[in-house]
Structures are given as structure tokens and as C-alpha cells.
């Protein structure tokens, strides 16, 4: 067996683990942890320090990202309204000074 048929045979594995790991994890690049498979058991994990599984990496990434990413969006865009609330209130204000003062 040659090198090339080695890399391919690794490469047809890692692509499985990719379309099995798709719907579980948002994360492009999986291998399949060699520990995990001694007990028979298939868990998707991302390459990261040195082929290292850690799953709070996978917690930060699908669940705590877009919900930090939400509250982001929402403080700028409240930050936005509240700015154009305090325009437009500055220009009644001023409106209204104008008028008394042309009385």
C-alpha cells in the first residue's frame, strides 16, 4: 500500500466524520478522537491544541457566540435609537425656544 492510498483512506474517514458531525456541531474541521474510539463510541471533535477533544469549545461556539452576537445587535441598535430620540427631542426643544422667543 502506498502513501497516496493511506492519505485517502484517511481523508474518506475524516470526510464521514464531517457529514456524520454536520447536524450536531457548526464547526468545519473534525477528526474522530482515537481515545474515544478504543470504547466504541464516535464523537465529533474540532482540531484543536494538538487533535485535543474539549467540548466547552463547542459549548462557546454554538451556544454562547450568537447569543453574545444577539445582545450585541440589540445594545447597538438601542444605542441607535436612543440617540435619534434624544435628535429629535434636541429639536423640538429648540423648535419650541424659537417660538417663544419670536413672541
Do not use: D
Not at 68 to 79: A, P, R
Amino acid at each position: 500500500m502506498t502513501n497516496l492510498e493511506l492519505v485517502n483512506r484517511k481523508k474518506k474517514k475524516i470526510f464521514e466524520k464531517i457529514t456524520f458531525c454536520k447536524n450536531e456541531w457548526r464547526i468545519r474541521f473534525y477528526y474522530y478522537s482515537e481515545s474515544l474510539k478504543k470504547n466504541k463510541q464516535t464523537r465529533c471533535c474540532c482540531f484543536f491544541l494538538n487533535n485535543l477533544c474539549f467540548s466547552y469549545v463547542f459549548f462557546l461556539l454554538n451556544y454562547l457566540f450568537p447569543v453574545i452576537c444577539l445582545i450585541l445587535v440589540v445594545f447597538v441598535f438601542s444605542s441607535i435609537f436612543n440617540q435619534m430620540s434624544w435628535a429629535l427631542n434636541a429639536r423640538n426643544v429648540g423648535r419650541k425656544f424659537l417660538r417663544e422667543k419670536k413672541r
